[in-house]
Each structure stands twice: as C-alpha cells, then as structure tokens.
C-alpha cells in the first residue's frame, strides 16, 4: 500500500496509467476504441 510518505519521498510509481493500459489489452479492437473516444469525450479539452 503507497503511503503519504512513499510519495513525499517520490519512492512510489504511479498505479492509475497501467491500470488503464492493462484493462484496454483485454478489450477487443473495437471496445478498446469505443473506450478511448469516451475517454477522450469525457476529458474534453483539459490537456490542449
């Protein structure tokens, strides 16, 4: 479990980014897509 701590101290990697690549390997081609746009929808315009 990652602590406070563990962060402060910038020992910890960040979980949240491989998750989400591990969950769209097991998507087929088309559900993968169809996850990606509705991602990228609900994030709008936030990183341009």
């Known amino acids: ?3 406070y701590q563990d962060w ?5 990697n960040p979980q ?3 998750a989400i690549c591990k969950m769209l390997c097991e998507l ?5 897509l169809h996850t990606i746009k509705k991602i990228k929808k609900a994030l709008g ?4």
């Open 45 to 48: 315009n936030r990183f341009e």
């Open 16 to 18: 949240a980014a491989m």
């Open 28 to 32: 087929d081609d088309e559900e993968a």
């Open 8 to 12: 402060r101290l910038g020992t910890t």
């Open 1 to 3: 479990m990652r602590t």
